[in-house]
């Protein structure tokens, strides 16, 4: 089945800690995004992709990083620098137009 | 920049029909999406509409302003399983989505 993948689904980190969290897709979509929800507010763009080898800064982009080797794949990596990392972190991938889809979600917490 | 805005609550009864209401500002509009969220998980595609007009999907609809930089979504026979968190979102033609702070709707029985 198509769609979109996020792993680990629940993430620990302790503090002074870089941690990865993956998203791979099989849609054969190019645009790929990352998100930031905090409880009880919307969504905050943190890094896009419009192609392979090329991504832009989202909105709350310090602290975060991301790579985009592969078509299929769009890791984030949440840093040491990002003081405040406890979130749901969402990955999506845009069909034509504005239609996207979105993986399950990691949760991330410090610890 | 972008931003957009949408009312953070609405309640209604079952069976009714709400109206949700979203204005954005963008750079090179390329587009206004909704999406649903229920507690817990990932944000779900409703509608999209790039030209002025109303598109209808079953209970929903979803309209769009170009010229007053407004859209809705209209949700009808409103039904519990409706209470959620609704989004609208806009693309500008750097690609980048922004998405609404969300309006959390409360279905009553």
């Known amino acids: 089945d198509g769609g979109i993948t996020q792993s680990p689904k629940y993430l620990f980190r302790k503090e002074g800690q870089n941690v990865t969290l993956s998203c791979e897709q099989n849609l054969n979509h190019d645009a790929m995004y990352w998100y930031r929800q905090d409880p009880g507010q919307g969504l905050r763009l943190i890094y896009y992709s419009q192609i392979v080898n090329d991504f832009q800064k989202g909105d709350i982009a310090e602290g975060y990083s991301v790579s985009r080797e592969k078509k299929e794949s769009f890791p984030l990596t949440v840093t040491s620098a990002q003081k405040n990392p406890t979130a749901f972190y969402l990955c999506a991938s845009r069909a034509s137009g504005n239609t996207i889809y979105f993986g399950e979600g990691s949760w991330l917490t410090v610890v | 920049g972008q931003s957009l805005e949408q009312p953070s609550e609405v309640t209604a009864v079952e069976g009714a029909i709400v109206q949700i209401n979203c204005t954005y500002q963008?750079?090179?509009?390329?587009?206004l999406s909704w999406y649903q969220q229920h507690d817990g998980g990932a944000p779900t595609f409703l509608s999209y509409?790039?030209?002025?007009g109303l598109e209808e999907t079953g209970r929903f609809s979803s309209f769009l302003s170009r010229s007053d930089s407004y859209g809705y979504l209209l949700l009808q026979e409103l039904q519990m399983k409706d209470s959620a968190s609704y989004f609208c979102?806009?693309?500008?033609?750097?690609?980048?989505?922004?998405f609404g702070q969300g309006t959390e709707l409360s279905v009553k029985p």
């Open positions: 979102a806009v693309r500008d033609q750097g690609g980048k989505l922004i």
């Open positions: 509409n790039a030209l002025d």
């Open positions: 963008t750079s090179g509009f390329y587009g």
